[in-house]
Every structure is written in C-alpha cells, then in structure tokens.
C-alpha cells in the first residue's frame, strides 16, 4: 500500500522560509520513473502545482513561485523536502505531496496517482 | 499557462443519478487531461488519467470523455460515497494546472 505524509510547521511568521516534508511508504524514490509533486489549495481557489522532482532527481518548478522553491530529496528516507523563501499571508494553504508512478513517467500524461492528506500551512504574524 | 475551466462548481443530486462535470482548457491538450475526486479531511484520489481510462480500482461508474478542449466525466448512478468534489488537472504542458473543482452534495 502506498502512502504519503506531509509534515512540518502548522504557522510561519512573514518572510519565514517554509520547510515541508513528504515522507513515503510503499514506494521507493530510486524506483525508475517515479516522481513526487508538491501541490497547495489556498482558501477559495483552485489547486497550485508546485514543484515536482524524480527519482533521477529531475526537477521542475512552477514558473511563478520558480525563484521561491527549492525541491530536494532523500532516498535513504524516502522523503521529498520542499522550502519556500520569503512567506507571505497569500500562501496560506493546504499543502499537499502526490506521487506519480512509473506508469505516468513512461506513458504519458503525467498524474498523480497518490496523494497525502495535505498540511494546513498558516502565514500570519 | 493553460486555464482549466470547470462546471458547475457545485451540484445537488441523489443517490442513483446520472450525473456530468464538465472541464474546459483553454487551448488543445489532446488527451492530457486527469480526473480526481477529494472528500474532506482525505488523501484526493485519482479516477481517471488520459481523460479517459479508468484507475485501477475506481469503480466502472465513472466515466471520462473529450479530447482537446472539452471533458466531462459522468458518474452513471450515483451511490452514497460519491458525494465529494471533483477537480480535473491537465499535464499537456510542464506547469499542471487544475480546474477550481465541483463539489457534489445530497
């Protein structure tokens, strides 16, 4: 069975830098093809792809948040990091991690075929 | 970045319906088009991929049709644990976007 969990701070301060952390189970990250997104829902608005990186350590970024996002991972943890520089109260939002399998790497289109419950991030001060 | 347009945005039925959400890009995508269904406090869960073919396990209820600009998934009858919202995502282009979703209620 696989499972994502999305940990880190519930409240950040203005211009904090956000860490989050994906913790998978079930799934390797050195497995050929698989990929971990990170994704975010503000109140009120659509879903926001993030980030995305791959087992070969492939990464893409969200044009508009490109400068602010930094995707990393630790295979020997089975874990995907995700930092976010100069927070603002806009990003306040439901965080969420979801893994692509190889499946989606290798025959297109991409998808997320398992997600984590997602974090409530709050940015206030 | 291509806009994903989805309708309704929120829709009432009852248990057994036949009911359709609609998404529309803003530009040609082929295929790239993704289905997912969210409840509340739950891990989303993905139903369709290639707006058409049926996750594993994902019951034969849900249904995904289109090509290039318009998608509609159909859930055929309508049964208690399908009262949630619906969100359609496109990956034609390296920066997914989602639609804003259509929540289902009783």
Known sequence: QITLKESGPTLVKPTQTLTLTCTLSGLSLTTSGVGVVWIRQSPGKALEWLALIYWNDNKRYNPSLKSRLTITKDASRNQVVLTMTNMDPVDTATYYCAQSSPGSYYEPPWRADYWGQGTLVTVSS | ?106
């Open chain 2, 1 to 106: 970045d291509i806009q994903m347009t989805q309708s309704p945005s929120s829709l009432s039925a009852s248990v057994g319906d036949r009911v359709t959400i609609t998404c529309r890009a803003s530009q040609g995508i082929d295929t790239y088009l993704n289905w997912y269904q969210h409840k509340p406090g739950k891990a989303p869960k993905l139903l369709i991929f290639a707006a058409s073919s049926l996750q594993s396990g994902v019951p034969s209820r849900f249904i995904g049709s289109g090509s290039g600009t318009d998608f509609t998934l159909t859930i055929s009858s309508l049964q208690p644990e399908d009262f949630a919202s619906y969100f359609c995502q496109q990956s034609y282009t390296n920066t997914f976007t989602f639609g804003q979703g259509t929540k289902l209620e009783l």
